[in-house]
């Protein structure tokens, strides 16, 4: 695995990749990777040329958010993917990725003011500005993402039919813990008692497709049902819990096949989300 720091070097070598005939793949990632992350990779290994970024990028981080904490596992992440067998890992700095003060950003209007958006004002135009930067550094014929990632998923997608970016998003399941738990970099922030807590948000989506099942159709009482899990665990705060258009992320009339449903609470101090797909 090559292990390179600077753009010149990586769009060289993503590069001289396609001239041999190779498509190739990008995972991007903040690194403190986890089984979810490594799906994305091996989903990847599809194409001939796997290439993953570890950028803890600042621009989608509020000015009281965990920046400064987030985990920073480098040493850990790369002998995950040297094991795995990944091509190329793009390590920038932050000087190389943002050299000078920013006066360019890109921003999907409308959607990124939605779920997350809403609570992290600023964090999808941190988001989209990076990943736009890294499919121009690496051109991928396929980028990889999360379904946790619901909201960030249809604002990329949304960014690249506009912008008119020759890469095909590929989304991949969530990935969870035995007991439901999605599995998230934050969670390394959870003590033991928090973990348990955690838990309420994978189990308040289960309640509403366990209802949309038995054939509940109104939005309203869906989410009220899920909210009522929630309440049920007095240490997670609620910041939201939805059922939207996956495409986008506007609240529906009507709970249907397809539609998602996503939540964000707070354990602690530590910010999570999930989602599922209604009928999926």
């Known amino acids: 695995m090559r292990i390179l720091e600077t753009i010149d070097s990586t769009r060289a070598a993503a590069r001289a990749a396609r001239r041999q005939g190779q498509r190739v793949g990008l995972v991007p990632t903040m690194g403190a990777l986890h089984e979810g992350h490594l ?29 400064a904490r987030y985990p920073r596992t480098f040493d850990h992440d790369r002998a995950l993917l040297e094991k795995e067998g990944v091509d190329l890992l793009f390590a920038p700095s932050e000087a190389e990725m943002y050299p000078g003060p920013a006066a360019t950003f890109v921003k999907v209007e409308g959607l990124s003011e939605r779920l997350d958006g809403q609570s992290r004002p600023g964090h999808f135009r941190g988001v989209t500005t990076v990943v736009s930067k890294l499919f121009h550094i690496v051109e991928p014929d396929r980028a990889f993402f999360g379904q946790k990632d619901a909201a960030q998923v249809a604002i990329i997608r949304r960014m690249v039919r506009d912008l008119n970016l020759p890469v095909e998003i590929v989304v991949c399941p969530i990935v969870r813990e035995p007991d439901g738990l999605a599995m998230s970099s934050r969670n390394a922030y959870l003590n033991p008692e928090q973990r348990k807590q955690a838990l309420v948000l994978s189990q308040s989506l289960r309640r509403v497709a366990e209802l949309f099942e038995r054939g509940e159709r109104d939005v309203a009482q869906l989410e009220a049902a ?18 939207v258009d996956p495409d986008s992320l506007e609240p529906v009339n009507l709970a249907a096949p397809g539609a998602l449903v996503a939540v964000a609470a707070y354990v602690g101090s530590t910010r999570l989300i999930d989602n599922l797909i209604l009928n999926r």
């Open 39 to 67: 799906s994305l990779v091996r989903a990847a290994k599809q194409s001939n040329y796997v290439a993953v970024s570890l950028f803890v990028n600042p621009l989608q981080f509020g000015p009281r958010e965990d920046l």
């Open 226 to 243: 899920g909210r009522q899990v929630l309440a049920g665990e007095p240490a997670v705060r609620l910041d939201y819990l939805a059922i």
